[in-house]
C-alpha cells in the first residue's frame, strides 16, 4: 500500500515542486524587468509593464521593442532615442516624457496620454494614435507616415517639418496646431478641426480635406494639388501663392479668404462661397466656378482664360483688369461689377447680367453678349469688334468712343444710348431699337439695315459719318439732327 501511495504522490509532489520553482522565477524575472525598466541603455524588449509605475524614469536607449506598457505611467520619464517598435502603450501616460528621436513604428498607441510630450524627431510610422491627446506636444520633424490619428487631439501641438503623408488624422483636433513645411500629402484629413492652424508651406497635395475646418488658416504657398476640400470652410484663410490647381472645392466656403496669386488652374469651385474673397492674381485658368458665389470679390488682374463662371453671382466683383478670354460667364450675375480693362476675347456673356457694370476699355472682341441685359453700363471705349449683341438691352448704355465695328445689333435696345464717337463701321442693326439714341460723332458707313427711318428716331447725328445717299437723305427730310445739339448731355 505505501508503495503503491509513494507511486502516485510522487508525481503530483513533483509537478508542485516544479510548479512552485517556476512561479518564483517569473516573479523573481517580473521584479527584474520591473529594476531594469528604470535604467537607461536596459533591454526590456518583450517585457511585461502593464500599469508599471515608470514616473520619472530614465529610459534613455532603452529596448521596449514589442514591450506591454498597456496603462503604464511614463509621466515625465526620459526616453529619448529608445526604442518602442511595435511596443503596447495602450492608454498609457506619457505626458511630458521626453521621446526626441525615439522609434515608435508600429507601435499601438490608442488613447494614450502625450501631452505635452518631446517627440522630436521621433519615428511614429505607422503607429496607431486614435484618439490620443497630443496636446501641445512638440512632434517637429517627427515620422508619422501612414500612422493613424483618427480623432486624436493635436491642438497647439508643433509638427513643423513632420512627415505626415498617408497618415489618418480624421475627425483630429489640430487647433492652433504648427504644420509648417508639414508633409501630408494624400492624408486624410476629412472632418479634422484645423481652425487658426499654422500650414505655410505644407505639402496637401492629394490630401483628404473633406468638410475640413480650416478658417482663419495659414496655407501661405501651401501645395493643396489635387486636394479634396468638398464642403470645406476655408473662411477668412491665408492662401498667398498657394497652389490648388485640379482641387476639389466644390462648395467650400471661401468667404474673406486670401488667395492673392493663388494657384487654382483646372479646380472645381462648383457652388464654392468666395463672398468677399481676395483673387487678385490668381491663375484660375479652365476653373469650373459655375454657380459660385463671387459677390463683392476681388478678381482684378486674375487669369480666368477659359474658366466656366456660368451662372456664377459676381454683384459687384472687381474685375479690372482680369483676363477671360473664351470664359464662360453665359447668364451670369455681373450687375455693379468692375470689368475695366478686362479682356473678355471670345468670351460667351449670353443671357448675362451686366446692368451698371464697368467695362470702360473693356475688350471684347468677338464675344458673344447675346441677350444679355447692359442697362446703363459703362461701355466707354470698350472694343465690341465683331461682339454677338443680339437681342441685347443696351438702353440708358454709354457706349461712347466703343469700337462696334462688324458688331452683330440685331434687335438690340438701344433706347437713350449713348454712341456718340462710337465706331460702329460694318454693324448689322436690323430690327434695333435706335430712340433718342445719341449718335453724334458717330462712324455709322456701311452699317447694314440703318434706313432713314431708323435714323428719324435718334436723339442727334452732329458730326456723324454716313454713307453718302443715307447722308443726303438726313440733309433732306432731317436736317436739325445734323446740327450741334443746343445742350449735350453726357450719359
Known sequence: ??????????????ALIISFVFAFQVSAFDKTDFEKAKDSNADLSNADLRDADLENADLNNADLRDADLENADLNNADLRDADLENADLNNA???????SGANLSEANLPAANLSKANLSGANLSGADLNRADLS??????????NANLSGANLCDANLSEANLIYANLSGTNLYGTDLSGVNLSEANLSDARLYDAYLSEANLSGADLENADLSNVNLSEADLSDARLYDADLSDAYLYGADLSGADLREANLC????????????YLNYADLREADLYGAFLNNANLENAFLSDANLSKANLIYANLSDAYLYGADLSGANLSKANLSKANLIYANLSDAYLNYADLSGANLSKANLIYANLPVANLSGADLREANLIYANLYDADLREARLYDADLSDARLCDANLSKANLNNANLSGANLSGAKLIYALLNNVN???ANLTQVKNLSINKLSL???????????????????KYPHLLKKPKSEESF
Do not use: W
Request: glycine residues 4%; negative net charge; hydrophobic residues 45%.
Open 136 to 145: 501641445g506636444a512638440d512632434l517637429r520633424e517627427a515620422d508619422l507616415s
Open 1 to 14: 500500500m505505501r508503495k503503491y501511495l509513494l507511486h502516485v504522490c510522487f508525481p503530483i509532489l513533483f
Open 439 to 441: 449718335l453724334s460723332g
Open 256 to 267: 474673406g479668404a486670401k488667395l492673392i496669386y493663388a494657384d487654382l488652374r483646372d479646380a
Open 458 to 476: 435718334v436723339k442727334t447725328l452732329y458730326e456723324a459719318e454716313l454713307d453718302p445717299e443715307l447722308m443726303e437723305q438726313v440733309k433732306d
Open 93 to 99: 501616460d506619457l505626458s511630458n516624457a521626453n521621446l
